[in-house]
């Protein structure tokens, strides 16, 4: 993993004496400010630049940049910034709605004022980050034209979105380009702030998070060949220096506990199947937890019910539920998050061998339920439900949340914008839902229901791992739910977000690393104190 960025908070006065003197010639400084509607400028930012008015008011007019969110101008050698050799303006003007339900239908060619103040620091700092280019010597005056309502978390957001968008996956690459190999290393980004003290505190946490969510990125990113469950399992012990508990049972234990369903899955690979238990207890003695539980296969053949070829390797992603749910756990202790939280990963490797599960195999879970296997495809299913059985029974969770990349079909129904959301619980759906229109990590609720149920009732046993063709991701849900009993619990499909991820302005990765933002802002807003 390159590209680490590292910010360094200045005060507005360091920053003008810093751009005062001339700047380094080996590593010409760009300087990027913020600019509102009709280019508005901060304070600070004006008067920075006052040597410069008139050379910005041309070249704005002549690339007609106005200050709109998400365009950018760039100014090469500003008058009277000897400091810098680089001036890049970043717009922050709010565009006038980009929510996703129904929005005032445009006229076209109607003017109509912005007024909505811009609040997306997140997607600002990785466009920033997009701008400068990783390895790049940056100053940011962190500026903004309309003041935030919180500028400390402002400044945290804008970082983190900065970090999150310099993230590159490229140790396997012997031969690096000249460019990329010159961007190893962090990269020191000076960060002008109204108020250093606020700024330090907020970095350093959006430090811990955006740290968090590289974790699960990697692990979504790393090969089977070396993220076995094995590998997987001491990568998660390594959480044991921030404070989180960790145990991991073998397949012996597993076998001994009852979770049958789980090994089945595995039975057909060379490695051994796994369960990590994380413990993070911040919040008080004896308080009920909240439980996480993630899908960790770490490669998903298919097994017997064999994928056909194309596109197989990206079932190297198909753990990027137990990823998610390693790099909450770590956000949440490097944060010291004021509850007591379980993480659960299931991790196996599906794979067609002759000691492989076969199609209509019965297996008897942990719950004591049997199930027909009738596509051996549908595997994360059962890992899930041993897994969710036995956090349910052990700890008595306040809710149980679990992450899965479970079912093409989540794809076919919402793409890549939406993770699906289950759930039997309306309060816990709304929070979930809030977290992720806070974080853009976004969910969609699904429907559940009886006449779903009864499609994965079988002939021999008590259920059946598939429910035919139609509404494959909420007969997956359902199977589910024959596990979590009366607990609160939900469900999220992430099979659309959380690999194979188009590249954005925060992230251009193949393993996004989805849910960590979304599941710590959760506990964040509605579990914590
Ligand atoms: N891991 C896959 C689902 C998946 C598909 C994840 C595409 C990411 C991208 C899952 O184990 C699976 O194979 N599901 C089957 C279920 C079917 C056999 C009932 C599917 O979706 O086809
Ligand atoms: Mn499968
Ligand atoms: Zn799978």
Redesign the pocket.
């Known amino acids: 993993m390159s590209a680490e960025v590292k910010f360094e908070p200045l005060s507005f006065d360091d920053v003008k004496s810093r751009l005062a003197g001339p700047e380094d010639k080996a590593s010409p400084r760009t300087l990027v400010v913020f600019a509102g509607p009709e280019l508005a400028f901060g304070a600070a930012t004006k008067a920075l630049l006052a040597g410069a008015a008139d050379q910005i008011a041309r070249a704005a007019a002549y690339a007609k940049f106005t200050g709109k969110s998400g365009s950018a101008l760039e100014i090469l050698v500003p008058a009277g910034l000897p400091g810098a050799s680089r001036l890049l303006l970043l717009g922050t003007a709010a565009a006038a709605s980009d929510g996703a339900q129904a929005e005032k239908p445009k006229t076209p060619d109607t003017k109509t004022p912005d007024t909505k103040t811009f609040d997306d620091f997140l997607t600002l700092g990785g466009q920033t980050m997009g701008k400068i280019g990783a390895g790049a010597n940056a100053l940011v005056l962190f500026d903004p034209p309309q003041a935030p309502a919180d500028a400390g978390a402002a400044a945290g957001q804008f970082a983190l979105g900065a970090v999150l968008r310099a993230y590159k996956f490229d140790q396997y690459k012997t031969k690096k380009k000249k460019d990329d190999a010159e961007r190893e290393g962090a990269s020191e980004i000076a960060f002008g702030v109204a108020n250093v003290e606020a700024a330090r505190s907020a970095l350093a946490e959006a430090e811990g998070l955006a740290e968090s969510v590289l974790l699960a990125r990697t692990l979504v990113n790393e090969p089977a060949n070396v993220l076995t469950p094995y590998e997987f399992a001491r990568r998660a012990k390594e959480l044991s220096a921030l404070g989180v508990e960790v145990e991991v049972f073998d397949e012996q234990a597993l076998a001994d506990i009852g979770m049958r369903a789980l090994l089945g899955v595995g039975q057909g690979s060379e490695q051994e199947s796994l369960v990590v238990v994380l413990r993070w207890n911040g919040g008080a003695a004896g308080a009920q937890p909240l439980a996480f539980v993630g899908?960790g296969?770490v490669f998903?053949s298919?097994g017997i019910?064999i994928?056909p070829g194309a596109?197989m390797e990206?079932?190297k992603?198909?753990m990027?539920g137990a990823a998610a749910v390693v790099g909450l756990m770590r956000a949440l202790a490097s944060r010291k998050a004021k509850a007591n939280v379980i993480g659960v990963l299931g991790l196996v490797e599906?794979m067609p061998d002759a000691k492989a599960q076969r199609p209509g195999d019965i297996v008897k879970s942990l719950s004591g339920q049997t199930i027909e296997i009738?596509?051996t495809?549908?595997?994360?299913?059962l890992v899930l439900a041993d897994a969710l059985w036995y956090v349910k029974e052990k700890y008595k969770p306040v809710f149980m949340i679990d992450l899965?990349?479970?079912?093409?079909?989540?794809?076919v129904a919402l793409g890549q914008e939406y993770a699906g959301l289950f759930s039997n619980n309306d309060e816990l759906a709304e929070r979930l839902t809030k977290a992720g229109e806070a974080t853009g990590e976004k969910l969609w609720r699904m429907p559940m229901g009886p006449a779903y149920d009864k499609m994965v009732d079988s002939r021999f046993a008590d259920m059946k791992?598939?429910?035919g063709r139609h509404a494959?991701?909420i007969?997956?849900a359902q199977f589910l739910q024959r596990f979590v009993d009366k607990t609160p619990w939900a469900h999220l499909d992430i099979?659309?977000t959380?690999?194979?991820s188009p590249a954005g302005d925060i992230n251009q990765s193949w393993g996004s690393g989805w849910g960590v933002r979304l599941l710590d802002r959760l506990v964040r807003d509605f579990y914590e104190g």
């Open positions: 899908k296969v998903d298919g019910s994928k596109s990206d079932m992603g198909d990027a599906n009738i596509n495809d549908a595997e994360g299913r899965a990349t479970l079912t093409g079909a989540i794809l791992n598939t429910g494959g991701s007969t997956a099979a659309g959380g690999m194979s």
